[in-house]
């Protein structure tokens, strides 16, 4: 599935965990903090975390939104890596529409689409608030990315589906269809292209979602 | 660093974490628990996650044992990445000696070591006890590992150190030299022989170690 390749660029784009990670209003904030110091005595250092598992750069299982779907441990880690396309969303999109998508000209075949939006330039300003008016795919964009037999969608905040839809649409269209879900990535320094996606969701067992460790991996 | 490779096996060699992962005495135990739940009315199902950073899988930063030493977020993501050996330490080895490491017959040049020990057998019979008499690497071994220039080394247990060591110096002697350590791994399906690692740590910041996932990638 991988093999070292020394030509291939690999960009990091995980957003750190720590204290002042954006969190969602309704899950419990990041904490990230010491249990044993050598600085206290201690024969060693030791950090401890609490964190929701859509903290930070996460993944969604189908069974986050879909009670009967796969949960993370039901799906394969190949689903995680493999080919992808990182798309630019202008900059004064703040829903994604069907007409944003089809403007992106993803070829046929795309299995993974990650998709760069004005969020990323919030990251890359350093900018930690967390902010209702995130950049989000609507309903009826969720619809298109099913149709289009595209299966793992990443988008840079921590939701992919805008915070205020009352339906709450977006997820449970993806995610029903087995569309897998990466959020909360950092893609200020991604230009548009073809990529190796290598996605690590932490080892948990039957639950909703995990934290991972993203890489973008480009041939020259 | 890395591309895709359609012929390449891959191994997870990650220990799943949960309520019932080994943890080590002094530290909380792993808690992976239902923060919101659709069988209870919820919109959704999200899971909390409580640990240590030295849980289940994990990595140890040069500054888990040396106050001055590198943190997480200073080792490059390359040297997680790479290269390495997987070698099977005889079953009836406790104390991995430097005779005992001669006798894997390690080539020159090797940056990346694994040892697979009896404590894999351990996790192949599903025995999630913590145990004392785990396999670990003795001081004069640790020595052996920094003398040939080894970067990475990889073991089956949640540390790589005897649990009754009174001094303590397998830990500094490698993470003094810049070695890096991976722990709690899962080796009971892999075969001795050359592998591609893939560890990626959660991406924390200026800590002492992180939970990862860990692959291992074979070509055929």
Known sequence: ?????????????????ADDTPHWPTHPPVRVGPLRRMADGDANNVTKLSLAAHSGTHVDAPWHFVDDAPRMDEIPLARWIGPCLVARVPEDVRLIEPAHLEALVVPTGTERLILRTANSTGWAAG??????????????????????SIRLIGIDYLSIEPFDQT?????????GNDVLIVETL???????????????????????GAPARVLLCRQP
């Not at 093999?3 to 750190?16: G, I, R, Y």
């Not at 950092?186 to 909703?208: F, H, M, N, Q, R």
Request: charged share 20%; hydrophobic share 45%; aromatic share 8%.
């Open 186 to 208: 950092d893609l200020s320094a991604i230009e548009p292209g073809p990529y190796t996606l290598v996605c690590l969701p932490l080892g948990l067992g039957p639950v909703d």
């Open 1 to 17: 599935m991988l093999a070292m390749d020394p030509s291939a660029e690999v960009f990091d784009v995980t957003l750190t965990l």
């Open 127 to 148: 900018d930690l608030t967390f902010r209702e008016d995130y950049v989000a795919l609507s309903p009826a964009g969720a619809r298109w990315v099913v149709a289009r």
């Open 167 to 175: 339906d709450r649409a977006t997820h449970p269209t993806l995610l």
